[in-house]
């Protein structure tokens, strides 16, 4: 077997040596001239820095994308380790003679960035075959100064964690209500809020449902790996990602584990059987970002994620654990305990009171709102109580059943995604919102595949 890389696991996950051998001579796309380097890409603004790679802006010259204002990303530098994205040609040149000359673990160490970098080629491309409006439009994997580059279209200079967090600090949704084109939005309107719920959660489910019909679970579905753009969201970074629904499993190990924890499900592995499930719980949990106020911050959600996974994967338990540390509710009236723990708490298990238990989060909601001035930002039932009162209604759309749904704990009971979408849009055609559908309203066997290639 080849020797393990010594390079932190920390980045994108999931991939096997034999997966990238497989994948190396199948997926490299050459965008630029004869010789397979592009002309030119003049870099701008870097937008970020993982473990494994480096993205920067660009703009691409020459070729017939000559002018294309683009998003490249490249592995880590041959050696792995160093990063360093300054270097000039000839340095870049010494560097890969320098790699032709080294011993092979330290190469197997350079070669599992540019692994995770063919994997998300691979990724893209079976997306952008099967369901391109899904994702941030590719244009291929180029060589560029003894480098592999993956390059997109710039496609828009908000995620939806930008959004977000322009929300927080606006103690409004009116930029998310902006970014999905929900022109109507009237900030404190319940039904306002409700629809724009219904909105971001089709969209969310909609991209979870194209993934899947393109063979691909991303497995590190987050705001922060969406774009926002023209009213829609764009997939990007699918550097975790692994295909599921066609022969060849690429980037996928049955015993590796997502990368980013805050959003990921109970089960962290894929369950090869229901794997379409796994991002519609990620998406779920954007949901409760989205619908409880304090988390529209992501430093609180980071704190909700550990309390929620201390809950063990459970909102009920989660809110029980809120409603616990609510000090406005534990002074009412001078009285210890004026407040009761919801009936479900007390007789856990017994499915029939949900409705009660729903009833009493609001009660307890609006008292702990009624005793005092609230501090900003922190969590307590007053602080959620808009969010409580969209899950309490009855019907179609996010409410309590259908958020239940989609973050039950294992994964073959969780909801079916076409049904969640189905729901979200006789929701929204009911209150007069209507969305184009992206994704086929077909069976997913009638999608074409495109092939796995060698694997
Ligand atoms: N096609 C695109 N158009 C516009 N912006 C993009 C595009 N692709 C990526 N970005 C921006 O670049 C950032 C990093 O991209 P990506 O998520 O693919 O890389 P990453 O490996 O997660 O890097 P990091 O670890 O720094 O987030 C994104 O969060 C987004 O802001
Ligand atoms: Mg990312």
């Not at 930029?175 to 089709?202: M, S, T, W």
């Not at 998406?283 to 989205?290: N, S």
């Not at 109580?385 to 994964?411: F, N, Y």
């Not at 849009?425 to 559908?437: F, N, Q, T």
Request: negative net charge.
């Amino acid at each position: 077997p080849p020797p393990v890389p010594d390079v932190p696991l920390t980045g994108p996950c999931n991939v096997s040596l034999a997966d990238y051998q497989c994948l190396n001579d199948h997926h490299f796309i050459e965008l630029g001239t004869d010789d397979g380097d592009l002309e030119g890409v003049d870099l701008g603004t870097k937008l970020g820095a993982g473990s494994y790679g480096s993205v920067f802006r660009g703009k691409l010259r020459g070729g017939e994308h000559d002018g294309l204002d683009i998003v490249a990303k490249r592995a880590r530098d041959w050696e792995g380790r160093i990063c360093d994205d300054n270097l000039n040609n000839t340095q870049m040149e010494d560097r890969i003679r320098h790699f032709a000359e080294i011993g092979t673990i330290a190469r197997d160490c350079a070669g599992l960035s540019i692994k995770y970098l063919e994997v998300e080629a691979y990724m893209n491309d079976l997306v952008m075959a099967a369901r391109p409006a899904a994702a941030a439009p590719y244009l291929g994997m180029v060589m560029l100064n003894g480098s592999r580059w993956l390059v997109w279209e710039y496609a828009g200079a908000d995620t939806l964690e930008d959004v977000l967090v322009r929300c927080d600090e606006l103690g409004s949704l009116a930029p998310l209500a902006k970014a999905l084109r929900y022109d109507d939005f009237v900030e404190g309107d319940a039904g306002c809020f409700q629809n724009l719920v219904n909105i971001l959660a089709r969209h969310l489910v909609e991209c979870v449902i194209m993934m899947s019909e393109a063979g691909v679970a991303h497995r590190d579905v987050k705001p922060l790996n969406m774009l926002c753009v023209g009213g829609r969201l764009l997939m990007i970074d699918f550097g975790s990602a692994a295909s599921m629904g066609i022969s060849g499993r690429v980037g996928y190990d049955w015993d590796k584990s997502p990368c980013d924890p805050r959003y990921a499900p109970p089960e962290q592995f894929i369950d090869e059987r229901y794997w379409t499930k796994f991002d519609l719980y990620s998406a779920g949990l954007i949901v409760v970002r989205v619908i409880f106020r304090p988390l529209w911050c992501g430093k609180y959600f980071d704190e909700f994620s550990d309390q929620y996974h201390k809950a063990g994967y459970d909102l009920d338990r989660w809110l029980d654990a809120v409603i616990r540390s609510d000090t406005t509710l534990q002074g009412a009236g001078g009285q210890k305990r004026a407040w009761r723990l919801p009936l479900a708490f007390r007789r856990r298990g017994d499915r029939s009171d949900s409705s009660e238990r729903e009833g009493e989060y609001i009660e307890l909601a609006a008292k702990s709102c009624s005793l005092e001035a609230h501090a900003e930002g922190k969590l307590t039932m007053c602080s959620i109580i808009e969010g409580l009162e969209l899950l309490s209604h009855d019907g179609e759309g996010v409410c309590w059943a259908s958020l239940r749904g989609m973050l039950k704990e294992h994964p073959k009971d969780r909801a079916d995604p076409r049904r969640v979408l189905d729901d979200l849009d006789a929701s929204l055609k009911s209150a007069g919102v209507e969305i184009d559908r992206r994704c086929a309203a077909v069976d997913a066997a009638e999608v074409e595949m495109p092939s796995a290639g060698g694997g």
